[in-house]
Every structure is written in structure tokens, then in C-alpha cells.
């Protein structure tokens, strides 16, 4: 995600030259390319961390630990394993991150519906529509969905999570708690 420019700051106004027009625009789209990339990432990270929670579900469930058949959705499943694994979700927002991290994978997977407007209850500061770092390039009235922006620290926030939440799991001496993942 490093490797994808990024401009602080979108110019905007009447280009006094073409050539300043074509920088604008070639800004503009790596902006919106570094959130969409941003997007794909939060989606592949949710769902390979919602595949490994199911699994160790079943593996709990099998060994006869307890009973985890009937924990329907993401928050439910989550709390079953981290409960097993006598994990605390709230000590520093680890739950929530989690949480958040799932819904935006679920409304970048499906657009407008219930995850959209949860997110936005929940993460209103995914919604930025004064930001001077990006404009929506699609043509046609902006759909909420797709003015979800995910920024750098967002993305840190849930790799943090994610990686705290295996290694809280984690029986082993050693196991990372505190990854090194900071929120910049």
C-alpha cells in the first residue's frame, strides 16, 4: 500500500494549462485508486480472518470444548472463539476493530443496505465529503457505499487487530500480542 501515491492535498479549479490538467486528474485517480486498493485489502483481510474463526469454531466444536453450532454471524462467531479463548474484546477497542473491519468488507462486497448504514452508525469518520485528498470519479449520484474511504490508519487498525486477536488466541510462549503496527 506504500507504493501507491498519494497526494495530501487535490487541486482543484480551472487548470491554467494542459498539462496542469493532466497532472490534477492523474492525482485524482491515484487517490481514488490507493482507497480502492485500500477497500480490496480490508475485504481480503476480513475475509481470511472470518475463514479462520469459522475453522477454529469447528475445531473447538469437534473436540467437544463447546458447543459453537449456533453462533450465527460475524460479532456472534467472534465472541464465541474469543470467549473460549478467554480473549477480551473491548480492552482497547479490539472487538470494535474487528467489528468494523468485517462490516466494511461486507459493504464493499454488497454496496448500499443494512452493513452500509450500520457502518456509517458505527464509523461515521469513514464518510468524508469535505476531504480535500479525493473526489469520486464515477459518473452518476455517489452512492453512500462507495464513499467509504479507508485510509492508512484504518488499515493499520485492522491488521493490528487482527494479528492481536491470533496471537491473544495463541497458547504458545511467544506469541505476538502487541504487534508492531502502530496507527500512523
Same mark, same amino acid.
Request: charged share 25%; hydrophobic share 45%; proline share 4%.
Given at each position: @500500500?506504500?507504493?501507491?501515491? =498519494?497526494?495530501?492535498?487535490?487541486?482543484?479549479g480551472e487548470a491554467?494549462?494542459l498539462d496542469?490538467?493532466?497532472?490534477?486528474? =492523474?492525482?485524482?485517480?491515484?487517490?481514488?485508486?490507493?482507497?480502492?486498493?485500500?477497500?480490496? !485489502?480490508?475485504?481480503t483481510?476480513?475475509?481470511? !480472518?472470518?475463514?479462520q474463526?469459522?475453522?477454529?469454531?469447528?475445531?473447538?466444536?469437534?473436540? *467437544?470444548?463447546a458447543?459453537?453450532?449456533?453462533?450465527?454471524? !460475524?460479532?456472534?462467531?467472534? #465472541?464465541?472463539? =474469543?470467549?473460549?479463548a478467554?480473549?477480551?474484546?473491548?480492552?482497547? *477497542?479490539?472487538?470494535?476493530?474487528?467489528?468494523?473491519m468485517?462490516?466494511?468488507?461486507?459493504?464493499v462486497?454488497? #454496496?448500499e443496505g443494512? =452493513?452500509?448504514?450500520?457502518?456509517? @452508525?458505527?464509523a461515521?469518520?469513514l464518510?468524508d465529503?469535505?476531504?480535500?485528498d479525493y473526489?469520486d470519479?464515477?459518473?452518476g449520484e455517489a452512492?453512500?457505499?462507495e464513499?467509504?474511504?479507508?485510509r492508512?490508519?484504518?488499515?493499520?487498525?485492522y491488521?493490528r487487530a487482527? @494479528?492481536? !486477536?491470533?496471537?491473544l488466541?495463541?497458547?504458545?510462549?511467544?506469541?505476538?500480542?502487541?504487534p508492531?503496527? *502502530?496507527?500512523?
Amino acid at each position: @500500500m506504500d507504493g501507491l501515491p =498519494a497526494h495530501a492535498v487535490l487541486e482543484v479549479g480551472e487548470a491554467n494549462s494542459l498539462d496542469r490538467f493532466l497532472d490534477r486528474a =492523474a492525482a485524482q485517480v491515484d487517490n481514488y485508486t490507493a482507497n480502492e486498493a485500500a477497500k480490496a !485489502f480490508t475485504l481480503t483481510l476480513a475475509g481470511l !480472518f472470518e475463514r479462520q474463526l469459522s475453522r477454529w469454531a469447528r475445531a473447538i466444536q469437534d473436540a *467437544g470444548v463447546a458447543d459453537m453450532s449456533k453462533l450465527g454471524g !460475524f460479532e456472534a462467531l467472534l #465472541g464465541g472463539c =474469543a470467549e473460549q479463548a478467554q480473549i477480551d474484546l473491548v480492552t482497547d *477497542g479490539l472487538g470494535r476493530d474487528l467489528t468494523q473491519m468485517f462490516i466494511v468488507a461486507n459493504v464493499v462486497r454488497h #454496496g448500499e443496505g443494512k =452493513a452500509c448504514e450500520k457502518l456509517n @452508525m458505527l464509523a461515521p469518520d469513514l464518510w468524508d465529503e469535505k476531504a480535500v485528498d479525493y473526489h469520486d470519479l464515477l459518473p452518476g449520484e455517489a452512492m453512500a457505499s462507495e464513499h467509504v474511504r479507508i485510509r492508512k490508519s484504518d488499515l493499520l487498525r485492522y491488521v493490528r487487530a487482527a @494479528m492481536r !486477536f491470533w496471537g491473544l488466541a495463541d497458547p504458545l510462549p511467544l506469541a505476538v500480542t502487541n504487534p508492531p503496527y *502502530g496507527s500512523e
